[in-house]
């Protein structure tokens, strides 16, 4: 199994509709995929999605239910785990809740190729949290300068707090394929004049695209709405080459169990 987080610095570059539609394109390569909804104060998979899950990732902090047992499947073939809103407990687990959860962890996961955390924007400890729970990471941005700022301040905190070295960027909303190379060459050059241990790679750029729009607000995945677009094209792209990497690191739920019990 390989565990992802994705974040961003920035609010509003398109991140939650990246991951529904990143897992959908992976569940079109044949991999079974989990999304976990990360973003605990303002959680909204589930409203992408047009689902509404009876219950949520409180339930399993409050020792009601377990994580196997909250996993809400959708007609995508795809898994969510909801989040609830407010959930600060996350962030502060201690010892003997991370043990628990590790148990918990392994039941609920182990017929998953893919775990996806669909983190919130910004550097808090909750993103950072997740940050280091993935065994891979993608920073999603798009060309704003603020954007693009705020994508090297949240890959500057996850090293220096963490050490946190390897990295994915994925440029969303770009007018041509140029544009996305562009940012990342322009992160890079900063990254390796003051972050030199740190490895930036580039997994491409999202085209703009009105239809990203329309899906959205049909509750619809725009990989299933407009197939042949560009964008949806780019996403599946991603995808292919995401399961090209498959870092040796990354793999292995032992792996990712271990790192549970380390924070």
């Known amino acids: 199994m390989r565990s992802i987080a994705v974040a961003s610095g920035k609010g509003g570059v398109g991140k939650t509709s990246f991951v529904i539609n ?16 990360a973003d605990l104060g303002l959680a909204n998979v589930d409203v992408m999605l047009g689902i509404s899950p009876k219950y949520d990732i409180r339930y399993v902090l409050n020792g009601e239910m377990s994580l196997k047992d909250i996993i809400y499947p959708t007609d ?27 148990e918990q962890m ?17 550097i808090s400890e909750n993103v950072l949290f997740f940050f280091l729970l993935g065994g891979e990471r993608i920073v999603v941005c798009t060309p704003e300068p603020t954007s693009i700022a705020d ?4 890959i500057k905190v996850a090293y ?53 729009k329309k899906a959205i607000r049909s509750q619809v995945p725009y990989l299933l709405m407009c197939p ?36």
């Open 160 to 212: 220096k707090k963490h050490r946190i070295k390897d990295f994915y960027l994925v440029v969303n909303m770009i007018n041509q394929e140029e544009d996305g190379k562009k940012i990342y060459q322009q992160l890079l050059y900063v990254q390796e004049k003051f972050l030199p241990e740190i490895k930036l790679s580039y997994l491409g750029g999202i085209p703009y695209d009105e239809c990203v």
């Open 106 to 122: 392994e039941e609920a996961f182990k017929n998953y190729d893919y775990l996806i955390f669909d983190s919130s924007a910004g």
């Open 22 to 37: 990143l897992s959908l394109a992976l569940t079109q390569l044949q991999q079974k995929v989990l999304i976990f909804d």
């Open 151 to 154: 994508a090297y301040a949240l």
């Open 76 to 102: 995508y073939n795809i898994d969510i785990i909801p989040a609830g809103s407010g959930v600060v407990e996350l962030t502060h687990l201690t010892s003997m809740q991370k043990l628990l959860l590790k």
């Open 228 to 263: 042949d677009k560009p964008c949806s094209l780019k996403i599946k792209e991603i995808a292919y080459k995401l399961m090209k990497y498959n870092p040796q690191a990354s793999q292995g739920l032992e792996a990712f169990l271990e790192r549970v019990v380390s924070l």
